[in-house]
């Protein structure tokens, strides 16, 4: 089981905005930054949000990430079928669980 | 951008010895803002990291995989290595190896195609 709880399982149709959450604890999330990578199939990740809500250049701007607290979101506006992929949120953690934890994986269906 | 990739044996016996080879070409893999890291995708599981290592040959590990694990550097032949011991099933899945350029602070913006490691007999 993760440190980092994500939804398994996120849906949308072209063009909706989704959410999807990512909940951590103090030890991480609470104080430290959040990056996000997108897994298309049969392809490696792919560095998505860094540091909680910035852009790696090339990134759409559809693609925004958040953090309040002790969790942390990614937002797909726009949603394309090209979208459609496993998303991790990570994070560095300051208790035994580090020194990166990710979370589950959200597979997000574009409909 | 560097690329990188990954090699070694795709079918391991339990209690061996499971050994990979990351190569990192397009840049030195001794500069020193980088750092390189593996991480792994368990059959059916999420990923999970790890370690990782600086072009000085400082390691960290992830706790749950630290007894076993050793992470090292080649910086003449521009590689990174991963053994990891005592294999069981649950060590079979895609293994990445992945670098850190610093451009987005510790976001790793480099990745390997990943390999895929069974263990069975």
């Known amino acids: 089981q993760s440190v980092l709880t994500q939804p398994p399982s996120a849906s949308g149709t072209p063009g909706q905005r989704v959410t999807i959450s990512c909940s951590g604890s103090?030890?991480?999330?609470?104080?430290?930054?959040v990056y996000w990578y997108q897994h298309l199939p049969g392809t490696a990740p792919k560095l998505l949000i860094y540091?909680?809500?910035q852009r790696p250049s090339g990134v759409p701007d559809r693609f925004s990430g958040s953090k309040s607290g002790t969790s942390a979101s990614l937002a797909i506006s726009g949603l394309r079928s090209e979208d459609e992929a496993v998303y991790y949120c990570?994070?560095?953690?300051?208790?035994?669980?580090?020194?990166?934890?990710f979370g589950g994986g959200t597979k997000l269906t574009v409909l | 951008q560097v690329q990188l990739q990954e090699s070694g044996p795709g079918l391991v016996k339990p209690s061996q010895t499971l050994s990979l080879t990351c190569t990192v070409s397009?840049?030195?893999?001794?500069?020193?803002?980088?750092?390189w890291t593996w991480i792994r995708q368990p059959a059916g599981k999420g990923l999970e990291w790890i370690g990782r290592?600086?072009?000085?040959?400082?390691?960290n590990y992830n706790p749950s995989l630290k007894s076993r694990v050793t992470i090292s550097i080649d910086t003449s032949k521009n590689q990174f290595s991963l053994k990891l011991n005592s294999v069981t099933a649950a060590d079979t899945g895609l293994y990445y190896c992945?670098?850190?350029?610093?451009?987005?602070?510790?976001?790793?913006?480099?990745w390997g195609q990943g390999t895929l490691v069974t263990v069975s007999s």
């Open positions: 992945a670098g850190r350029s610093g451009k987005y602070y510790e976001g790793l913006d480099s």
């Open positions: 290592i600086y072009s000085s040959g400082r390691t």
């Open positions: 103090s030890f991480n999330i609470g104080s430290n930054y």
């Open positions: 540091r909680n809500n």
């Open positions: 990570a994070v560095w953690d300051d208790s035994l669980s580090g020194p990166v934890v």
């Open positions: 397009g840049g030195s893999i001794s500069s020193a803002i980088f750092y």
